[in-house]
């Protein structure tokens, strides 16, 4: 079992900036990748970013070279480091662990929200 826990999210103007974080524990050895995807109502859930345990990384066009993703010291916390927010990001923002590969998930945190205002 794999257990997460998120947090970071808020209500934050346009053009502000965030940082996520999402905690991993439990059998954390199974990971093999994490990520963030968010849900807006009436959208269906989107994978935003992800980042496998050797490094490489994933961005949706839509938040590439806005959002960053990365792990800690220890690779059981990982970071969504969100710049420049825009409208179009509020969301549930969700964490989640794979135990094969990004868009593959396994585990899922309880989600935080987060709301840019204009």
């Known amino acids: 079992q794999v257990q997460l826990v998120e947090s970071g999210g808020g209500l934050v103007q346009a053009g502000g900036s965030l940082r996520l974080s999402c905690a991993a524990s439990g059998s954390t050895f199974r990971i093999n990748a994490m990520g963030w995807y968010r849900q807006a109502p009436g959208r269906e859930r989107e994978l935003v970013a992800g980042?496998?345990?050797?490094?490489?990384?994933y961005y949706a066009d839509s938040v590439k070279g806005r959002f960053r993703i990365s792990f800690g010291n220890a690779k059981n916390i990982v970071y969504f480091q969100m710049n420049s927010l825009k409208l179009e990001d509020t969301a549930m923002y969700y964490c989640?662990?794979?135990?094969?590969?990004?868009?593959?998930?396994?585990?899922w945190g309880q989600g935080t929200q987060v709301t840019v205002s204009s």
């Open positions: 989640a662990a794979s135990r094969t590969g990004i868009g593959i998930p396994d585990y």
């Open positions: 980042i496998y345990v050797g490094g490489d990384t």
